[in-house]
């Protein structure tokens, strides 16, 4: 449906040759009929009968302009340029009126220099309305927005080059709000049906890319018919999603929560009062970890119309009550279709109320070390336009984005297309591991465990979270960093894993299955992250991430008793390698003690290069070999 805009006005010009009681031509009858019909918004019938107008009248400034404006308000802002010409040609004068709304079209096809001229002219001409003046300073500050943004960022060659995704996605019907799992094996989108129903789709990616035809989604998720945004976890397990259900809500949408069962998705779950409320909340985005639920919420309490919120899930599983991301990415205007991506830092959305081209333009923000936000930066042209934009998803891989548009080979109203993100816009490329935490004594048993991930360079935690019950885990990995990732469950030894991702280009995709040893007398687990200065025991701060870990291990344990172990590989003699490795376990065990472990709790112990795990003729192998183990030796 297209929307009138205060733009769409037409001059009536009355020419002294069309007098009261004259005949009029086709041409003229052609454009009286058309008039009513384009006001009433019947855009192909009454473009229709102007193209006839203009095709018996060429040099009608009447028919001209009205074209010129239809296509305006249609969108097809290149057409509009060229009746807009024609008529500056035949009456330069009486163009004068018409500079502001020819100012659209150029802006609306990214000529934003000459759009900036125009409304000057335009604002130049004495005695403007007041709703004339306002509407021409409105899109002069965004024309000079435009301009501004052009000369801070460079034409670096980027094309924007929406794909439509095709008929086994889209329809006649609209289809908008996709949201992918990490992975990109499912997306689910809503597409509007009859009156107002709108259906939950789901669709599969093919070995060739491609995906299969898209189905409504299975089990009851779509019995209501009033739904709205819906946004699918990163595992896909969980789906949110804005619903309008007659006796189920607080007021107007609220959001639900389903989960993925053998018989597809169950009966949606109302999120509860510390997020919904008696208003509209819409426009869902759950985190990588599960663990915040970005949304859109018209609660008055907030800066302007819609403004955007998080609620935090807690150890108990309860939401907490939902906080306004605050006035650095709120304002007046309103704040819709949040995206925080796989990184878990980025953060995109739409705003009418930031500087922009006009409308609402899409913005992306990222997460400060402090928790907050940085200044929201304009996606730019062409991504943005003059016009309204909406929602967006962009996928792991940081590159690769998807919107909904009625652009010219849609197959109906909103179809959804693909592109690729400029450069400097794009969030981190983000991988994940995945894969099955078990108890090491019963392979076959999951545990759900406690994990978390934490960025070396920082040593904040990125992502804390939980298995399932079957012990099955995801973990996203934003490609750059180096992390150590450390599984824990209460009476097992944590396993610690080190991913190194900022030193060479790493796999997509990693299934890294975990298995815990219980503790119990004798077992060993190998510390992936205690590192010492070369031919040093002095430990490098990185080691605090593990060591740490270690200390909640003692803390939780009482009784434990612990033996840590230092080895080498064989690079120097073992007249050096003996003591270096009795006095890097003796720094282990000086920290523990020092951070409140009884010493008789401990004991250290050094091998030199006598137990290698791995040849020592590669750096890969000696790297295996230079170790920390701690070993249970009383309980």
């Excluded at 009968?49 to 203009?54: I, P």
């Excluded at 305006?72 to 040609?89: G, H, L, M, P, R």
């Excluded at 001409?125 to 943004?149: C, H, M």
């Excluded at 279709?337 to 830092?345: C, R, V, W, Y």
Aim: net charge negative; hydrophobic share 35%.
């Amino acid at each position: 449906m297209r929307i009138k805009s205060f733009l769409f006005l037409f001059v009536v010009l009355v020419w002294s040759q069309i007098c009261m009681g004259q005949k009029k031509t086709n041409a003229e009858k052609n454009y009286d009929n058309a008039i009513p019909l384009l006001e009433g918004g019947n855009y192909d019938e009454g473009l229709n009968l102007l193209l006839q107008s203009f095709k018996d009248a060429p040099n009608s400034m009447n028919t001209l302009t009205a074209l010129a404006n239809t296509y305006n308000e249609i969108k097809q802002y290149d057409s509009a340029v060229i009746f807009f010409e024609k008529a500056n040609t035949l009456d330069a004068k009486a163009f004068l009126f018409f500079q502001l709304n020819y100012s659209v079209a150029l802006a609306g096809v990214g000529r934003f220099e000459e759009a900036l001229k125009y409304v000057n002219q335009y604002l130049a001409i004495p005695n403007l309305s007041s709703r004339g003046k306002t509407a021409a300073e409105y899109r002069k500050r965004n024309y000079e927005f435009a301009v501004d943004y052009a000369n801070k960022h460079p034409n670096t060659n980027y094309t924007f080059a929406p794909v439509n995704m095709g008929d086994e996605v889209n329809s006649t019907f609209s289809e908008y709000y996709p949201s992918f799992t990490i992975d990109d094996s499912m997306f689910v989108f809503t597409r509007r049906g009859e009156g107002f129903r709108e259906d939950f789709m789901q669709s599969f990616k093919l070995p060739d890319g491609n995906y299969t035809k898209a189905v409504p989604m299975p089990g009851v998720i779509n019995e209501e018919p009033s739904k709205g945004a819906i946004d699918i976890a990163q595992d896909g397990q969980w789906i949110i999603f804005a619903g309008n259900f007659q006796g189920k809500g607080f007021g107007d949408f609220d959001l639900y929560i389903s989960y993925k069962t053998v018989n597809g998705w169950s009966e949606p779950v109302n999120m509860g009062r510390n997020i919904n409320t008696e208003y509209w909340e819409s426009s869902p985005s759950l985190s990588p970890d599960k663990k915040s639920l970005y949304f859109s919420s018209n609660c008055p309490s907030g800066f302007g119309g819609n403004d955007l919120y998080v609620s935090h899930l807690t150890a108990d599983g309860k939401w907490t009550k939902a906080i306004n991301l605050g006035p650095k990415i709120n304002t007046k205007g309103d704040e819709l279709a949040p995206l925080i991506h796989a990184d878990n830092e980025s953060l995109y959305f739409t705003s009418s109320g930031l500087p922009g081209y006009g409308g609402s333009d899409l913005f992306m923000s990222k997460r400060m070390s402090d928790s907050g936000w940085s200044i929201p930066q304009n996606l730019g042209y062409p991504i943005n336009t003059i016009d309204n934009e909406g929602s967006l998803f962009v996928a792991a891989d940081g590159i690769t984005a998807y919107y909904a548009s009625d652009r010219s080979d849609s197959r109906g109203d909103l179809d959804l297309y693909r592109f690729s993100l400029r450069p400097d816009v794009r969030p981190l490329k983000t991988l994940f591991v995945s894969g099955k935490i078990v108890d090491g004594s019963k392979n076959e048993n999951g545990l759900d465990a406690d994990f978390q991930l934490v960025e070396n360079g920082s040593q904040n935690v990125v992502t804390q979270s939980k298995s399932s019950k079957t012990g099955e885990y995801m973990v996203t990995l934003p490609a750059g960093k180096d992390y150590t990732f450390t599984v824990k469950k209460k009476g097992y030894m944590f396993q610690s894993e080190l991913f190194e991702l900022s030193k060479e280009k790493p796999q997509a995709t990693v299934r890294k299955d975990i298995a815990l040893k219980p503790i119990q007398l004798n077992a060993s687990i190998t510390l992936k992250n205690i590192l010492f200065n070369t031919n040093s025991y002095e430990l490098q701060p990185i080691s605090l991430i593990e060591l740490n870990t270690v200390l909640e291990l003692l803390k939780e344990n009482p009784t434990l008793r612990l033996q840590i172990d230092g080895h080498t590989d064989n690079k120097g003699s073992q007249a050096i390698n003996l003591p270096l490795s009795t006095n890097r376990a003796k720094a282990v065990v000086d920290f523990l003690v020092k951070n409140g472990i009884a010493k008789d709790r401990l004991q250290s112990k050094g091998f030199g290069d006598s137990q290698p795990v791995a040849t020592n003729d590669t750096e890969e192998g000696r790297a295996l070999n230079r170790r920390t183990d701690i070993e249970v030796v009383g309980m």
